[in-house]
C-alpha cells in the first residue's frame, strides 16, 4: 500500500492539497469499481501524471545540451535506463515519435507508454539505482534522493501494475500539455 511519511508526497493542487498515494488509490479505487481500463477521459490519470511530473522535475538541476537546449526528466530517463539496460523499448518507441519536438513532450510519452505496458515502477527504480548518477541531475531537496521518499513513490507506482491503461500512445500534442480529461 502506498504510504507518505511526513507529507512528504503531497503537492499543491489546483483547489485541494492531493498526494501520490491518495491519486494513486483513487485510481485504483475507480478501475475496481468500474471494470473497465483506465483511458484519457480518467480525472484520476491526469491528476496521477501531473503528480508524477512534478515529482520528476522538482529540484532538477540545469542541464544544456551541446547545442544549448535545456535537458529535462526524459533526458534523465534515457541516461538513466541506458547505463542499466541495453536499450529501453519505451526509449526506443518514444524517440520514434517524430511529431514531439520537446523533452518534456517526449517525458510525458514515456510515462504514458510505461503505464500502458505496466513498467512505470520498475523503469524508474531502475534509473535511481545509481545514487551518484542522481545527484549528478537532482540538487539535495529531491524525493529520489531520499531513500525513504524515494520507496514510498516507487511503492505507490508499483501499485499501478494491477490496473490496466488504454491510451493513445502517437499523440503529437504531449509537447503542449498533458491531455485534458473529458469526463
Not at 485510481?27 to 484520476?44: C, M
Not at 524508474?124 to 529531491?142: H, I, K, N, V
Not at 501494475?161 to 491531455?179: E, I, S, Y
Request: hydrophobic letters at 35%.
Amino acid at each position: 500500500m502506498c504510504v507518505a511519511r511526513g507529507g512528504g508526497l503531497g503537492i499543491a493542487c489546483s483547489r485541494r492539497p492531493c498526494s501520490l498515494p491518495d491519486t494513486v488509490g483513487e485510481l485504483k479505487q475507480n478501475y475496481k469499481e468500474r471494470r473497465l481500463p483506465v483511458t484519457d477521459g480518467s480525472r484520476e490519470l491526469h491528476g496521477l501524471c501531473a503528480q508524477l511530473e512534478f515529482l520528476l522535475q522538482f529540484d532538477l538541476k540545469e542541464k544544456r545540451s551541446f547545442f544549448g537546449q535545456r535537458r529535462d526528466y526524459w533526458d534523465f530517463l534515457c541516461h538513466g535506463l541506458a547505463s542499466r539496460r541495453q536499450g529501453h523499448e519505451g526509449v526506443r518507441f518514444v524517440s520514434s515519435l517524430e511529431k514531439l519536438r520537446t523533452p518534456v513532450g517526449k517525458g510525458r510519452a514515456f510515462i504514458r507508454y510505461c503505464l500502458v505496458h505496466r513498467q512505470l515502477a520498475e523503469s524508474l527504480q531502475l534509473c535511481f539505482l545509481d545514487p551518484q548518477m542522481t545527484s549528478e541531475w537532482y540538487y539535495a531537496r529531491s524525493p529520489f534522493l531520499h531513500p525513504q521518499l524515494r520507496a514510498d513513490i516507487l511503492g505507490c507506482l508499483y501499485e499501478l501494475d494491477g490496473v490496466t491503461f488504454h491510451l493513445a500512445l502517437k499523440r503529437g500534442d504531449l509537447d503542449a500539455a498533458w491531455p485534458m480529461f473529458s469526463e
